[in-house]
């Protein structure tokens, strides 16, 4: 069974672009979220999708968006990056219930400069 | 608000000894708390899931305890080794379907 994939894995992007980040989830599992790991302030939760639908939202600037398709796959979008953006953005995959283990991907790192 | 923390923030150990990495959260309402594991630029892998309704969870070496009421989790790991050297995350499920991460403890096993 194939784990939770992330692309692009590296990403270098200037100060002002957009940046689209992707995670296609375990085979089955309905829920994705997405997180942002920084040196400074840890592991972060950014929004969690299930069935396509925005289930909760972290303390983020309507910068960061994101969305889910019908196939599970998500995908988040970056406007106008700053450099406080870069980090090591994780998504994790599941069934979407409250006693659900979490598989997480490797990653994108994304660079902005 | 829920806040996770996690002491200490590093340790380092020699080889065959037992440790205990601790983990407390103020909000004892939680579904579950899991311990991950991360390797330097890597993802996370999931070690242990408990269940708020759960005492404790065991896997090879490693065994996990949960204390709702008082807030803590603690994550038991016998005859260490170095491979067993990454940064070891705590996580609570809360409300909303929301985790909220301690900070990690960094972990290296000498040889």
């Known amino acids: 069974k194939a784990g939770v994939t992330q692309t692009p894995r590296y990403l270098i992007k200037t100060r002002g672009q957009q940046v689209t980040l992707s995670c296609s989830p375990i085979?089955?599992?309905?829920?994705v979220s997405w997180y942002q790991q920084t040196p400074g302030q840890g592991l972060q939760f950014l929004f969690e999708y299930f069935s396509e639908t925005q289930r909760n939202k972290g303390n983020f600037p309507g910068r960061f968006s994101g969305r889910q398709f019908s196939n599970s796959r998500s995908e988040m979008n970056v406007s106008t990056l700053e450099l406080g953006d870069s980090a090591l953005y994780l998504c994790?995959?599941?069934?979407?219930?409250?006693?659900?283990?979490?598989?997480f991907g490797p990653g994108t790192r994304l660079t902005v400069l | 608000k829920q806040e996770v923390t996690q002491i200490p923030a590093a340790l380092s150990v020699p080889e065959g000894e037992n440790l205990v990495l601790n983990c407390s959260f103020t909000d004892s309402a939680i579904y579950n708390l899991q311990w991950f594991r991360q390797d330097p630029g890597k993802g996370l892998t999931s070690l242990l899931l408990?269940?708020?309704?759960?005492r404790e969870q065991t896997s090879g070496r490693l065994n996990a305890s949960l204390d709702k009421s008082s807030g803590r989790s603690t994550l038991y790991i016998a005859a260490s080794q170095p491979g067993d050297s990454a940064t070891y995350l705590c996580?609570?499920?809360?409300?909303?379907?929301?985790?909220?991460f301690g900070a990690g403890t960094r972990l290296f096993v000498k040889a």
């Open positions: 085979s089955g599992h309905r829920s």
């Open positions: 994790a995959s599941g069934w979407g219930t409250s006693t659900d283990t979490q598989y």
């Open positions: 996580a609570v499920q809360a409300g909303g379907f929301k985790t909220i």
């Open positions: 408990i269940q708020s309704s759960q």
